[in-house]
């Protein structure tokens, strides 16, 4: 009888023994599964979190760039508004200094000289000399230094002074006049000075 209740007891300690073994076994693989299944949400986590990085860093960029941009054309459009003005002042002083040489002296000396070197290309009945208003009380002077009889008229684009003299037969014209010249030397400037803005 001991011996029956020997074997029945070696046998609980077996199964015992197989069930804590199958249950470490389940256990471990269990482990096993979660640690994997760790690892596989964690690089699923860094994978997003990289994404959402690097969508966030782009968006940064962009209105960095943006910023930027903004920022540049703002600079360029002060920096226009600060050369317009400064040029401005510059023609401003010409075209005042321009119309001082016009009440001088020196004035009808330099009108002549310029008549005198044009007039031969005009000499006859369809040519007309056009002035500003005020030139029009030297009108005799300059018929002189034309030397023969021409038509001198009041032109409203003439404002500084200087003349332009027209031949209506040939379509000939030179323009003479400190208007004129004052215009091309701020064209020459604007391409020449330097202050073109990027």
């Given at each position: ?15 015992e ?46 209105n ?71 030139d ?41 006049t ?21």
């Amino acid at each position: 009888m001991q011996n029956i209740d020997q074997v029945f007891l070696y046998m609980k300690d077996e199964i015992e023994r197989q069930a804590k073994s199958e249950e470490q076994a389940i256990l471990n693989e269990v482990k096993a599964l979660e640690d994997e299944a760790y690892e596989s949400m964690k690089a699923e986590a860094k994978k997003d979190a990289d994404l959402k990085l690097k969508q966030e860093e782009e968006e940064m960029s962009s209105n960095a760039s943006a910023e930027i941009s903004e920022s540049h054309i703002e600079r360029t459009k002060k920096l226009i508004e600060k050369r317009d003005e400064y040029v401005k002042n510059i023609f401003d002083k010409a075209r005042e200094e321009l119309k001082a040489f016009v009440k001088s002296d020196d004035y009808l000396p330099f009108m002549e000289a310029k008549i005198k070197k044009v007039a031969d290309d005009f000499k006859d009945q369809q040519s007309t000399m056009y002035v500003s208003q005020d030139d029009l009380a030297i009108k005799a002077d300059l018929i002189k230094a034309f030397g023969s009889d021409i038509d001198v008229q009041a032109s409203d684009d003439i404002t500084i002074g200087g003349f332009i003299l027209e031949n209506k037969a040939s379509s000939l014209v030179v323009d003479e006049t400190l208007d004129f010249a004052l215009n091309n030397q701020k064209e020459w400037f604007n391409k020449n000075s330097g202050l073109i803005i990027r």
